[in-house]
């Protein structure tokens, strides 16, 4: 929880209050058909996608590598589940929808498998390794489609994104709930440790008994699945898998989630948290131009000028300077005997 | 020791270059590709026509190409066929391989407007006419090219205002309006939304509230229009610049628990199979045309330039509009 309050959560809460300024009404949740219903209900929801996207990143990120990927791997999915429900004999049915799930789910390991291979065992540059897949995977995708948008009617498929859990959208019980697994799983067992091991130094964590290749391979696996869960929601969400557009410069929104969320690009350590809030905020964002109003001409420079503010704030210089000059506003009154050991402490991170 | 070392490397290299391999493939393949096979030539009795395609990028591009293809066939027409997987240089370098080969027409759809007048001309003095379709070029010199086949999308956008015109011509007090546009600075997008708000200016009744781009998609679509459904609560008309963001927006309107094409009237541009089947189940209430069939129009084109004739330097696309009933005839026989 100290390493929430810790990450830069200001942005995110910046958002929410401008939204609410602009519109009264942007806190207000009902109940809409049994499912909760309202503009921060619709960020969770919508930002579901990118925060699960993000998570696989992360951990990729942790190993010092990085998976370009992401976004074709989320329109392969969408465009497996939806081809292979439209072409079935029994388009309607929940067993159609789960077989076409599970081949989305199982043909993304094995792209992952792919990265991890090309990464891990060949030792391509994780950049270049993913980026076949990006370019050609968007190719297999409307292979798959046929270049045509696949429009499915299955009540199962649709329920990924319009069912709910007690009320709850069903693709934030999911995204919270591998959230929850990977913190704990890698925070309470050794695995988040030796990921940061890899990313530190590979060849040293493998001298010391790590199992580098091994751990590598399993994060560009779980990264793909995540995105295959992604563009499952994302396919559901409209009912339709757009072989062209969806996910389409995903895995940039998802490296920026994952930068806003603290974790460094150089590997080694990583903020799972960190990460929510930066899809979070990422979302919000996207929100906030569409309720405020932000005309579309100019809405990328909005964008652009969030994202420079939050690192702008970030950076360790401009940090410091503004430390510097709250310590000289603290100094004008006589200053408290403790502050001196306080501020020498806080300049130490 | 040494040879330890490079052998990995080595490794590396061959990898490297295997995925260099790779994306070179991926990249150019289908620039030449459709081009190279050796065409019947000019001189023969069939016209050879030369057609450059932007790329398959959406449902709508894959009618327009199997329309030209289809027509080519029918009109004893022999086509070279190149999809630039929407990249400028290998439309550029389908058109200098047409030049080549000598063929009778140059017809292609330009991924982007500007940088052509150079390749324009080397067809120019080849003697060979060059017919555009579906998109425009910027160049000044109107004569590096015959004529342009097309849609006219500010016609598109009046149309749609029009209908609304006309179904709130009762008047019961004002009409609040909500825009999806397409992708932004894109021509449909902008004149799509200039026609639209030329023709609703005539009844000061009518405003759009709210104008976002749903980049032409299903997900931007639906994006959007929730948010638009929690600033807005009073939106009576939903204008989108394409179906397939009038889809995504349907679902977001239902998700709110209101009932599209009754407490939010909807129009659309495109009219492809998904949208119709909504008009026709009356979710979407009024569909403008953007026929990609311009195959048969083309073909014809192709002979009168061919043959020396003079035609208009602009040919509109024949295209119609749709209500549910029209809909409803329309849809067992549409093609895409």
Redesign the interface.
């Known amino acids: 929880m100290r390493d929430l309050l810790r990450r830069p959560v200001w942005p995110l809460v910046a958002l929410l209050l401008l939204n609410l300024a ?2 009264p ?2 806190f207000a949740v009902r109940l ?2 049994g ?1 909760l ?3 921060l209900i ?1 960020i969770l929801h ?1 930002g579901a996608p990118l925060a699960l996207a993000a998570l696989g990143m992360t951990l990729v990120i942790a190993t010092r590598g990085i998976d370009l990927s992401v976004g074709t791997v989320v329109a392969i999915s969408g465009a497996v589940a939806c081809t292979w429900i439209a072409s079935s004999p029994d388009p309607a049915s929940p067993g159609t929808a789960l077989t076409g799930i599970g081949l989305a789910l199982a043909l993304a390991a094995a792209l992952g498998a792919w990265n991890g291979f ?1 990464v891990a065992r ?3 540059q994780p950049i ?2 993913t ?2 897949l990006m ?2 995977g968007r ?1 297999l995708a ?1 292979l798959v489609t ?4 696949i ?1 499915v009617n299955n009540g199962f498929f649709a329920g990924i994104s ?1 069912s709910a859990l007690l009320a709850v959208p069903l693709t934030v019980v999911v995204a919270a709930a591998v959230y929850a697994l990977v913190a704990l799983v890698t925070r309470r067992t050794a695995l988040g440790t030796l990921v940061e091991a890899v990313g530190i130094n590979p060849e040293a964590s493998r001298l010391a008994g790590v199992r580098s290749q091994s751990i590598v391979w399993t994060v560009y696996v779980f990264a793909a699945l995540c995105a295959a869960v992604a563009g499952l929601m ?1 396919s559901s ?4 898998a ?1 072989a ?3 996910g389409l410069w995903l895995e940039l929104d998802a490296i920026l989630a994952v930068v806003i969320g603290g974790t460094s690009l150089a590997g080694g350590r990583y903020s799972i948290a960190g990460t929510l809030l930066g899809a979070l905020t990422i979302q919000t964002l ?2 906030t ?3 405020v ?1 932000i ?3 100019v ?1 990328l420079v909005f964008k652009a000028l969030v994202v420079i503010l939050v690192f702008l704030a970030q950076a360790p210089k401009v940090r410091a300077l503004m430390r510097r000059r709250r310590r000289r506003r603290d100094d004008a009154p006589p200053p408290a005997a403790t502050a001196v050991p306080a501020e020498t402490a806080g300049s130490g991170r | 020791m040494r040879t330890r070392t490079t052998l990995p490397a080595l490794g590396k290299l061959a990898a490297l270059a295997a995925a260099a391999l790779v994306l070179a493939a991926c990249g150019g393949g289908g620039g030449g590709g459709g081009a190279t096979a050796p065409g019947a030539g000019a001189g023969g009795e069939a016209l050879t026509l030369g057609f450059s395609q932007v790329g398959a990028e959406s449902g709508w591009r894959t009618a327009n190409t199997k329309s030209v293809q289809d027509a080519a066939g029918a009109a004893g027409i022999e086509l070279q066929f190149s999809d630039a997987q929407q990249k400028q240089e290998n439309q550029i370098k389908a058109i200098r391989s047409f030049i080549q080969q000598r063929v009778d027409v140059i017809a292609f759809s330009p991924v982007v407007e500007s940088g052509w007048d150079t390749v324009l001309m080397e067809a120019k003095r080849a003697n060979i006419p060059v017919i555009l379709t579906d998109r425009a070029v910027d160049s000044t010199d109107t004569t590096l090219y015959k004529t342009f086949l097309g849609s006219d999308f500010v016609e598109e956008g009046r149309k749609a205002g029009q209908w609304l015109v006309e179904d709130t011509a009762g008047g019961s007090g004002p009409v609040n309006i909500v825009e999806l546009q397409g992708t932004t600075g894109s021509a449909p997008a902008i004149d799509r939304q200039e026609g639209f708000a030329e023709t609703i200016a005539q009844n000061p009744d009518l405003k759009v509230i709210a104008s976002q781009t749903g980049d032409f998609t299903r997900s931007g679509g639906r994006q959007v229009m929730e948010a638009f459904l929690k600033t807005h609560p009073d939106i009576d008309v939903l204008y989108a610049h394409n179906d397939d963001m009038g889809l995504g927006a349907i679902e977001a309107i239902e998700a709110a628990g209101k009932v599209p094409g009754t407490d939010i009237k909807i129009i659309t541009v495109d009219a492809v199979k998904d949208g119709m089947q909504a008009l026709a189940d009356g979710k979407i209430n009024y569909i403008v045309e953007c026929n990609p069939l311009l195959g048969p129009q083309l073909m014809d084109l192709v002979k009168k330039v061919a043959a020396g004739e003079e035609v208009p330097q602009r040919v509109v696309t024949e295209e119609t509009t749709f209500d549910t009933a029209a809909a409803k005839a329309a849809l067992p026989s549409r093609q895409y």
Do not use: K, W
């Open positions: 602009v519109m009404s942007f809409q058909d499912r219903y309202g503009s619709d919508n090309l060949l030792g391509i270049i390794a980026l076949v370019t050609a190719g409307q046929d270049g045509q948008i429009t319009g994302i969400n409209v009912n339709a757009d062209n557009n969806a996207t929100t131009i569409y309720s109003g005309p579309p001409e809405s």
